[in-house]
């Protein structure tokens, strides 16, 4: 005999042999099983259904042998809440939350049977984008906390909002606007909804007064954030295990508000399968947390071009994995890591749709960062370089493709696939990338551009310097295809194809080449191909083109009907601070200038070096190349026929201790006759004012 059953609009059978047709075992529902014969139920044919809503069960008055009822909705009609409850122990001291403990009018406490998640239909969330659905979500976030069990949010739009205007979180420092929170979340806690049809919808934000940027009052609300945070921006570990899994988030771009999931604090922890859609600042916000994943994530349409807004930021974290998201049209930076260790950057799809460009300024800025990894990004048409790596040491950026960036930049270098700097601050080593295997094309800028800052004194605190550059492909750039500032880098395996396509000015008047040494210093370039073909039909660089489809404009790159690379590999001069030069002193004649350099110790030239000057006649500014014609052990003298100097020269001199060997140079738009040195003649390669120091061998042209 079994007893049928209607709940929520599912029939089940409860038998007598305690054994629960749909998977309950009648031992876990903490006493024998009567169904109420009240509460609206109809009678007849053995035909049982519970109460209509938890507003009814709070009016029940429990029947003597009565241990369990049934709850049919929440709010009394199909809203998808309810669920079996049963009589709580007399010892249970379980509080009335309003979802899962319930306490009726005669002071039965009632429970909720759930061996699985509990839904925020069950705490009077509609999900109907009407009701604010704040207050129920957080019930059921709460008592997830307490009783350990995950909370699911079914299909459906959730209308959320700041818990009170005085509730904020922190202050931003810059600009002094609150930040506020939706939604709380515990440690040891995981929600989850059905994917794209679970949207999570911010509806209102408080006004911040007192902020001080310009953009008007305004505050920023975090939709979900860990509990901890209410402490404010704290800089230790709050809360643990918090995983936020398949839900979409729309920020509404509402009073320059609005961001998806923000955690402080937080040790191990999950965001995947989430979309994240019209967000003002950034998707998340995760910062002095540790050990997460952040995977398979969408965003769509965040922040305003150009303006702010973006994908995730994270922080000040360690070990914090960025992984598999697909990030299209963004307003600043698609993804923005923030002086953090042993983190990944990895495998970010970025691309434009209805914004102009795929990101408004960088697709990744990574800054201050060490031993981390930017790996696997395919990066498409971003406003400024695809990748900045600013300032941090000993990362490792590989097997990325950077393609068509920087057309929204008005000039500089932050127009190149990959740009790389440091920073001047004391106390911290910069440099040491490994920056290997990547695809840098048909940008702005250079395909790669390494710049190198040095701080005056010592070569010790140089910055950005050590680099190993090695196998990267960059071709079609419209100006270098490799462009190094700084010392200690090595420059090997690389092809550098049809680049300077500008044909811009560039230093001393030359062209951009495949690949150009910027004043760099003790590097070794070793064994790069460095080619400038003449190809009158355009290539194509992605699949639209390679088949056809015309729904999107074919990415092609332009044809090439001419030599455009000047140099296939040229060193330029660099101009050394003052701490290479004790003293500088000049006299001129009227028909010439001798200079007089008073060189520190260790720094001694020899006939035949040659030294770079730049300086002033008649207010025209004059450059060239100088050797070195006498010396003493501490000082350097050279006579310039023909200049004469007037008024502060501002010389400077540079001498080179550069390795190039070994590298192939075919068909580029300038050859060069004899290189002095040790070596072959090169075609296609330009190695000027090296002095004695520097190798040059090994070298093939054609």
């Known amino acids: 005999m079994s007893i049928p059953l209607s709940l929520n609009g599912k029939d089940f059978n409860y038998p007598t042999d305690n054994d629960l047709d749909w998977g309950y075992q009648a031992s876990e529902w903490a006493k024998e099983v009567t169904l109420s ?18 507003a009814q069960l709070r009016q029940h008055v429990k029947l003597n042998l009565q241990t369990a009822i049934a709850v049919n909705s929440y709010w009394g009609d199909t809203d998808g ?17 309003g979802g899962y403990c319930i306490i009726a009018d005669d002071g039965t406490r009632w429970l909720l049977e759930n ?11 509609r999900g109907d984008g009407l009701q604010d659905d704040t207050p129920y979500i957080q019930k059921c976030f709460d008592t997830c906390g307490v009783i350990g069990k995950a909370a699911y949010i079914p299909s459906g739009k959730y209308m959320i909002q700041p818990q009170g205007e005085t509730n904020y979180m922190w202050l931003t420092g810059f600009s002094n606007r609150r930040n506020y929170s939706c939604l709380w979340m515990p440690s040891n806690f995981t929600v989850y909804g059905d994917g794209e049809t679970t949207v999570m919808a911010l509806i209102n934000t ?13 505050s920023t609300t975090h939709m979900f954030v860990n509990k901890g945070s209410q402490e404010g921006l704290t800089k230790s570990i709050k809360n643990v ?15 320059q508000s609005g961001e998806g999931v923000s955690l402080c604090g937080t040790r191990n922890f999950s965001i995947t399968h989430c979309t994240f859609y019209r967000s003002f600042y950034e998707t998340m916000y995760i910062v002095y947390s540790r050990g997460g994943i952040i995977a398979d994530n969408t965003h769509i349409s965040n922040g305003e071009f150009q303006w702010d807004g973006g994908g995730p930021l994270i922080d000040t974290c360690t070990h914090v994995n960025t992984v598999n998201n697909t990030i299209t049209d963004c307003g600043y930076y698609a993804i923005l890591g923030i002086d953090c260790w042993y983190s990944s950057f990895d495998k970010t799809f970025c691309q434009p749709d209805n914004y102009p460009a795929a990101s408004g300024f960088q697709s990744l800025r990574i800054q201050g960062c060490y031993f981390c990894t930017v790996s696997g990004n395919q990066l498409y048409n971003s406003s400024y370089s695809a990748i900045w790596i600013h300032d941090g040491a000993s990362n490792i950026i590989d097997n990325n493709c950077c393609v068509y960036a920087g057309y929204g930049a008005g000039g500089g270098n932050q127009m190149s696939g990959i740009f790389i700097d440091g920073l001047t601050a004391a106390g911290r080593d910069r440099g040491e990338h490994i920056i290997r295997n990547n695809i840098c094309m048909m940008n702005k800028g250079s395909g790669l551009i390494v710049v190198g800052i040095k701080t005056e004194g010592s070569y010790d605190t140089q910055m950005n310097i050590g680099h190993l550059i090695d196998g990267n492909m960059c071709s079609w750039n419209q100006r270098d295809g490799i462009s190094i500032y700084g010392n200690f880098h090595r420059i090997v395996n690389n092809i550098c194809k049809n680049n300077s396509l500008s044909q811009t000015t560039g230093i001393l008047g030359d062209g951009y080449n495949g690949i150009g040494l910027n004043g760099a210093q003790f590097c070794l370039v070793s064994s790069n191909i460095c080619t400038d073909f003449i190809d009158p039909n355009p290539v194509p660089m992605n699949l639209d083109a390679w088949i056809g489809i015309s729904e999107n404009p074919p990415l092609f790159a ?9 140099w296939g590999i040229v060193e330029y001069p660099h101009n050394p601070l003052a701490y290479e030069v004790a003293s500088i002193t000049y006299s001129s004649t009227g028909t010439s200038t001798t200079i007089v350099l008073s060189i520190p110790g260790g720094h001694l030239f020899v006939v035949g070096d040659v030294c770079f000057f730049y300086g002033s006649t008649n207010d025209v500014d004059v450059a060239g190349y100088h050797y070195v014609t006498a010396t003493t052990p501490s000082t350097v003298t050279y006579v310039i026929p023909g200049l004469v100097i007037m008024g502060d020269p501002n010389p400077v001199f540079m001498l080179e201790y550069c390795t190039v060997s070994n590298n192939n140079m075919i068909i580029n738009n300038n050859v060069m006759g004899n290189v002095s040195g040790q070596g072959y003649n090169a075609y296609g390669l330009d190695i000027r004012n090296c002095g004695i120091n520097s190798l040059v061998a090994n070298n093939f042209g054609q």
Request: glycine letters at 20%; a negative charge; zero cysteines.
């Open 37 to 54: 014969l009240d509460g609206g139920g109809s009678g007849g044919s053995g035909g049982l259904s519970g109460m209509a809503s938890i």
């Open 81 to 97: 809440g309810g669920g079996i409850y049963y009589v709580a122990d007399p010892s249970d001291t379980t509080p009335d939350d």
């Open 115 to 125: 061996q699985g998640p509990l839904s925020v239909r069950q705490f009077g969330a």
């Open 206 to 218: 408080p006004v911040s007064p007192g902020t001080t940027d310009g953009r008007g009052d305004y």
């Open 241 to 255: 295990n918090i995983h936020v899994h398949h839900l979409k988030f729309d920020g509404n771009l509402i009073q």
């Open 558 to 566: 332009p044809a090439h009907p001419t030599k455009y690379q000047t």
